[in-house]
């Protein structure tokens, strides 16, 4: 990770518990956030992820829609998942957000968040924005 992700997710790591679901839902309250703020330089497949995502965590989604968006994701990407070009690193950033923090492991997924976000060339003033307002840091 580039060095202020990796000092923005070791401020995150060490201040909040992960394991705590009430952590969890602020952490993918978090990116929710980030990500609406940069949904204009996402590409128009990625546009409406926060937005279900957000409607999941407000319980006006079902986790089956949340699902199809993700494997919606993941067909525009298919073949080139692993590319490291920037339009797939910011599909996988918006699919990281269709992830429930409370299966799995929540600080993985954390991590990968903050790493595609930086590989895919999103805004890291947002990405700081968002950090202070969700966690004072």
């Not at 128009?44 to 089956?64: F, L, P, Q």
């Not at 067909?75 to 923090?101: N, Y």
């Given at each position: 990770?580039?060095?202020?992700?990796?000092?923005?997710?070791?401020?995150?790591?060490?201040a909040v518990d992960l394991?705590?679901?009430?952590?969890?839902?602020?952490?993918?309250?978090?990116?929710?956030?980030?990500?609406?703020?940069?949904?204009?330089?996402?590409?128009?497949?990625?546009?409406?992820?926060?937005?279900?995502?957000?409607?999941?965590?407000?319980?006006?989604?079902?986790?089956?829609?949340?699902?199809?968006?993700?494997?919606?994701?993941?067909?525009?990407?298919?073949?080139?998942?692993?590319?490291?070009?920037?339009?797939v690193l910011k599909i996988?950033?918006?699919?990281?957000?269709?992830?429930?923090?409370?299966?799995?492991?929540?600080?993985?997924?954390?991590?990968?968040?903050?790493?595609?976000?930086?590989?895919g060339g999103l805004s890291?003033?947002?990405?700081?924005?968002?950090?202070?307002?969700?966690?004072?840091?």
């Amino acid at each position: 990770m580039q060095m202020l992700n990796s000092r923005l997710f070791d401020a995150i790591a060490s201040a909040v518990d992960l394991d705590d679901p009430a952590e969890q839902l602020l952490a993918q309250r978090f990116m929710i956030e980030a990500i609406e703020r940069v949904t204009s330089q996402l590409p128009e497949v990625a546009k409406s992820a926060a937005a279900v995502a957000y409607r999941y965590i407000a319980g006006a989604a079902t986790a089956e829609e949340v699902i199809r968006e993700r494997v919606r994701l993941w067909r525009a990407i298919e073949g080139r998942d692993q590319s490291d070009a920037p339009d797939v690193l910011k599909i996988r950033t918006a699919i990281c957000v269709l992830h429930p923090m409370d299966i799995g492991a929540p600080a993985e997924t954390l991590e990968y968040f903050f790493y595609f976000w930086q590989q895919g060339g999103l805004s890291q003033a947002e990405l700081k924005a968002a950090v202070q307002n969700n966690y004072g840091i």
